[in-house]
């Protein structure tokens, strides 16, 4: 999602001193005023406020948005909007903070769908509200349903035509079903409305970038990020976007970003994993996968990752254990067969020939075979009926 830095350039420079008929009383009760005004400003930019106010559930989570901390922003807007279903500020600020947290990292998807059930909810109580209407629309775009949220933005803006955010929609709306020219010329009239910056620059980022236009795609989300630069979800599109055109360091950098707002973060490690491994930069892409089974080690995807490059680096029996990590938790988190990685049974059986291991080969073959008994499943992996060349199966023998 995008880095940019920018330096101001102050001049300081010595004024010539006049001669004036002001009163020294006079002076000195402006400079007191203007003391006074700038104490007040400061205590309110340095959160100088009232108990009650810092104690207020919106305001610590709008705090928390600033600062980039989605699960303080989540926990807090949540409470301010169970307090008063009929405050829209929290609930869009709730809904907002659920779907960007819902991209930052692997396993916090569900939030798409948390969110959908809130402004579902939300709507059911008051489908007149051209804000609802917009919010509800722009969660259903998050969750795959285009077609209803185009027609639900359509309807905010019948409301209301300086809607930006059901014009932001509507314009991922129309992305996500293949009408580029569209999506472009919605997110840039949401631009052009000049609120909500960020989610219409996205937008507009995200048009320009299906339409193959990837340099302007990052001038877009770099002023989106300059207006939120904690935002992480952001640098991971400003990432792909360099990627598209062949910049590895940018997409580096901006992955790097992530982990310096979130250290923890395992997404940014596994991009990192695959961006090391383009570049055939094996050591980093396996130091990169290690780092994510360490932090996620119930994720099946980073153990196939880090399986598929022990093998690239000729290490067969690492490239095997991680390989069976990933197809042993797929079986057990019930992933459907269709859905698994194919990948962490044939390239396992690979590994397993190389290595002669011929009981795991022939055990891994067989639950193929039975797993390929659902249509879901595409791919191949046959053998002779008589089983490896190197590995044989050896027909049972009748007792004499």
Excluded at 8 to 25: A, I, K, Y
Excluded at 64 to 73: C, N, Q, V
Excluded at 308 to 325: H, I, K, S, T, V
Aim: hydrophobic share 40%.
């Amino acid at each position: 999602m995008r880095i940019q830095r920018r330096s101001s350039r102050l001049s300081f420079r010595r004024q010539p001193q006049r001669s004036g008929c002001f009163s020294w009383t006079f002076l000195l009760g402006m400079l007191v005023g203007a003391a006074t005004m700038s104490w007040q400003w400061m205590g309110q930019r340095l959160q100088f406020a009232s108990p009650s106010d810092t104690q207020n559930p919106f305001t610590q989570a709008m705090r928390a948005f600033e600062r980039g901390d989605l699960d303080t922003t989540v926990e807090q807007a949540r409470a301010a909007y169970d307090a008063n279903p009929d405050d829209e500020n929290a609930l869009l600020l709730l809904v907002r903070a659920l779907i960007y947290r819902s991209y930052a990292d692997y396993n916090t998807a569900a939030d798409r769908e948390l969110a959908l059930d809130i402004t579902g909810e939300a709507l059911s109580r008051d489908n007149q509200s051209s804000r609802r209407l917009a919010i509800h629309a722009y969660v259903l775009q998050a969750n795959g349903q285009p077609a209803e949220a185009a027609r639900l933005a359509d309807e905010a803006l019948r409301l209301d035509g300086q809607n930006t955010l059901a014009r932001v929609a509507k314009a991922l709306a129309y992305a996500a079903v293949g009408s580029f020219e569209v999506a472009l010329r919605e997110s840039q009239l949401a631009v052009q409305q000049g609120d909500w910056i960020v989610e219409s620059q996205r937008a507009v980022a995200i048009s320009y970038s299906d339409l193959g236009d990837y340099r302007r795609a990052i001038q877009a989300i770099e002023i989106a990020i300059s207006h939120h630069r904690y935002l992480t979800p952001l640098y991971y599109e400003r990432a792909l976007y360099a990627m598209q055109l062949g910049n590895a360091d940018d997409a580096t950098s901006a992955y790097y970003q992530v982990l310096t707002y979130d250290p923890d973060n395992v997404k940014a490690r596994m991009r990192l994993c695959e961006l090391s491994s383009l570049l055939r930069e094996r050591d980093a892409a396996i130091r990169h996968c290690g780092e994510v089974t360490q932090r996620a080690p119930e994720w099946a995807n980073g153990w196939h990752q880090l399986g598929m490059e022990y093998f690239m680096q000729g290490d067969f029996a690492a490239a095997q254990r991680a390989l069976n990590q990933c197809s042993t938790l797929q079986v057990m988190q019930n992933v459907p067969p269709g859905e698994r990685e194919f990948e962490c049974w044939y390239v396992q059986g690979q590994a397993a020939e190389i290595l002669g291991d011929c009981p795991s080969l022939l055990a891994l073959y067989t639950e193929f075979r039975l797993m390929a008994q659902d249509p879901a499943v595409r791919e191949t992996w046959l053998y002779p009926p008589e089983g490896p060349a190197s590995c044989p199966v050896v027909p049972a023998t009748k007792p004499a």
